[in-house]
C-alpha cells in the first residue's frame, strides 16, 4: 500500500486533548518532526483531524 510524510508545523501547546491524542497516535511529538505511515483511511481520518497542525509532505 502506498505511504505518506506527515509533519508536523505548528505546536500542540493550547491543542484540545483529543488533538494531542492524535497527534501521538500518529507518532509525532515535537515540532518539524517527520512520519511515515500507510495512506489507510483511518491515518488519513487522523490527519484531517489535525489539519492545522500537519502538513503531508511530497519527497
Request: glycine share 6%.
Amino acid at each position: 500500500m502506498a505511504t505518506i510524510k506527515i509533519k508536523q508545523i505548528k505546536s500542540r501547546i493550547g491543542a484540545p486533548i483529543d488533538q494531542k491524542r492524535t497527534l501521538d497516535a500518529l507518532g509525532l511529538s515535537k515540532l518539524n518532526h517527520v512520519v511515515e505511515r500507510e495512506c489507510t483511511p483511518s491515518v488519513l481520518g487522523m490527519v484531517e483531524k489535525v489539519k492545522h497542525l500537519v502538513a503531508v509532505v511530497k519527497e
